[in-house]
C-alpha cells in the first residue's frame, strides 16, 4: 500500500549527492552542539560527537527526488500502487502517485537527516522561511541522536511489510517531533512530562496552515493524512510512551518496535502487544488474471474511507477493525483489473455496520454502478467498464470481490 509513499519520505534522509547551494553555512548551525547537550540532558542518551551540516535547495532537493525514484522503485510498482489506491476509492481515477508524492514533499521538506552519511540538511530559505529553522533544526539532530544509538537505516529496513514500516516511520518521525515540542518546554523550565494536558496543543503546533502550502491543499485526503500520520499520531505514541517507561521509552520502540499502524493510533495495543487478525480473501473466479499486487488495508485505510464516503461521523467506526487485506489482479490481455478485499471486525454487530457503510463507499467511489437489491448479508451489481461486484458479510468479516468479467468465468 505505501511502496512509493513510505520510501519518498524516507527520500529525504539520502540525499548527499545534492550539492550545498549556499557558500556559507547560516549562523544558526552554530548551535548544533548545543541543541544536541540538551537533547541529550532531556533523554538520557550520550549525543554523537558531531553532527555535519549543510543546506541545499528546493530546485535541487525536487531532482534529486525524481532521480531516486528512477533508482529505487519500478516504474510497475509505481502502477500497482496507484492502481490500487484507485481500485479501493482512496484516491481519485485521475491521480498522479508519483508527480504528485513529488511536488508535495518538494513543497513540504524544510529539513532532513542523511542517516547514511550522518549528515543534517536545512533547505535553504530567507526571510520569513529562515525564523522557523530552529525547530526543525531540533527535529533532526534528535534523528541524529537516534540514528547514534539505533541505526535508523537498519531500523527501517527490518519492518518487513508496508504496515510495519510505516509503524517505524511513525516512531522515528513521532519521537523527533515530541523532542522538538519538549525541547522548547525544556527552554521555559519545564517539560509535558510535568505538563501532559500539553500535548495536544503542542501536537496541533505543526499543522499546515490553510493557502500557505498549495499542493498540500489540493492532494487527496489520503495523501494529506499520510504524510502527516508520522508527526501527529508518532508524537502521541510517544507522549504515551514516555509516560508509561520514562527516559527508557526513547530506547523500547527501538528495541521492540510496533508491529502496525494500529498500535500507533492506539498504544495500549502496543503495550499490551495486540497484532492485526489476517483474514482470508474472497475467492476469485476470472481466467486469465494474475497478482498485480496484495498489502494490508488497515485502520488508517479504513478511516479514511468512511470518512471521505460516509462522513465524519461514520470515521469511529474503524476504530473496531481488527484486521484487512487487498489483492488486485490484472487481466494479462484485457489489463482488466479486480480487487479482492476483507476487513475483520471486533464483532459482529461491527461488521454489519461497516456492511452498510461500505454500500456507501461503493457508491462513491462508483458513482456509474447499479445495485441489485441488497440482503442483510449480501450485495452485488455491476459498474459500467468495470464488471460486476459482490460484497458478503459473515460473521465479523466484510468481504468483496469487484471487477468480476461481464461473463462471470
Do not use: C
Amino acid at each position: 500500500m505505501r511502496r512509493l509513499i513510505v520510501p519518498l519520505l524516507l527520500l529525504l534522509n539520502a540525499a548527499t549527492a545534492v550539492p550545498a547551494q549556499s557558500p556559507a553555512k547560516p549562523q544558526l548551525f552554530d548551535d548544533i552542539q548545543e541543541i544536541l547537550a540538551d537533547l541529550s540532558q532531556i533523554t538520557g542518551l550520550a549525543a554523537p560527537p558531531k553532527v555535519d551540516s549543510d543546506t541545499i535547495s528546493k530546485e535541487g532537493l525536487k531532482q534529486f527526488l525524481e532521480d531516486r525514484i528512477q533508482e529505487m522503485v519500478k516504474p510497475e510498482e509505481i502502477r500497482a500502487e496507484e492502481t490500487t489506491l484507485k481500485l479501493l476509492g482512496l484516491v481519485p481515477a485521475d491521480f498522479d502517485l508519483k508527480k504528485m508524492t513529488v511536488d508535495l514533499l518538494t513543497e513540504q521538506a524544510a529539513a532532513f537527516y542523511d542517516y547514511q552519511k550522518k549528515k543534517l540538511f536545512v533547505i535553504d530559505a530567507t526571510g520569513a522561511g529562515a525564523l522557523s529553522q530552529r525547530p526543525v533544526l531540533v527535529h533532526e539532530l534528535a534523528h541524529a541522536l537516534a540514528d547514534h544509538h539505533f541505526n535508523l537505516e537498519k531500523y527501517i529496513l527490518k519492518g518487513k511489510s508496508d504496515e510495519a514500516a510505516t509503524a517505524r516511520q511513525a516512531v522515528m518521525e513521532g519521537q523527533a517531533t515530541w523532542l522538538m515540542s519538549e525541547y522548547m518546554l525544556f527552554k521555559m523550565g519545564t517539560s509535558l512530562r510535568k505538563a501532559p494536558e500539553m500535548a495536544d496543543a503542542m501536537n496541533s503546533v505543526g499543522g499546515t496552515a490553510q493557502g500557505a502550502f498549495p499542493v498540500f491543499d489540493s492532494s487527496p485526503l489520503y495523501l494529506r493524512e499520510s504524510l502527516l500520520f508520522p508527526y501527529t499520531k508518532g508524537f502521541s505514541f510517544t507522549q504515551s510512551v514516555i509516560l508509561k517507561y520514562g527516559n527508557s521509552g526513547f530506547s523500547e520502540v527501538y528495541k521492540n518496535p510496533p508491529a502496525s499502524i494500529q498500535q500507533i493510533l492506539h498504544p495500549q495495543k502496543y503495550f499490551d502487544g495486540v497484532k492485526p487478525t489476517k483474514p482470508p480473501l474472497p475467492k476469485f473466479k476470472g481466467r486469465g488474471y494474475s497478482k498485480l499486487i496484495e498489502g494490508a488495508v488497515g485502520e488508517f485505510e479504513h478511516q479514511i474511507l468512511l470518512r471521505l464516503y460516509a462522513g465524519e461521523d461514520a470515521e469511529g467506526l474503524a476504530t473496531e477493525w481488527r484486521g484487512g487485506r487487498v489483492r488486485i489482479l490484472e487481466n494479462k490481455k484485457t489489463k482488466a483489473t479486480a480487487m479482492l478485499y476483507v476487513s475483520d471486525w471486533t464483532d459482529a454487530e461491527s461488521a454489519a455496520s461497516y456492511f452498510a457503510h461500505y454500500r456507501t463507499i461503493l457508491r462513491g467511489k462508483l458513482p456509474d454502478a447499479r445495485f441489485d437489491p441488497a440482503t442483510a448479508s449480501e450485495l452485488s451489481g455491476f459498474a459500467p467498464g468495470k464488471g460486476r461486484l459482490h460484497v458478503t458479510l459473515q460473521g465479523t468479516r466484510v468481504s468483496s470481490v469487484e471487477g468480476i468479467p461481464d461473463t462471470g468465468k
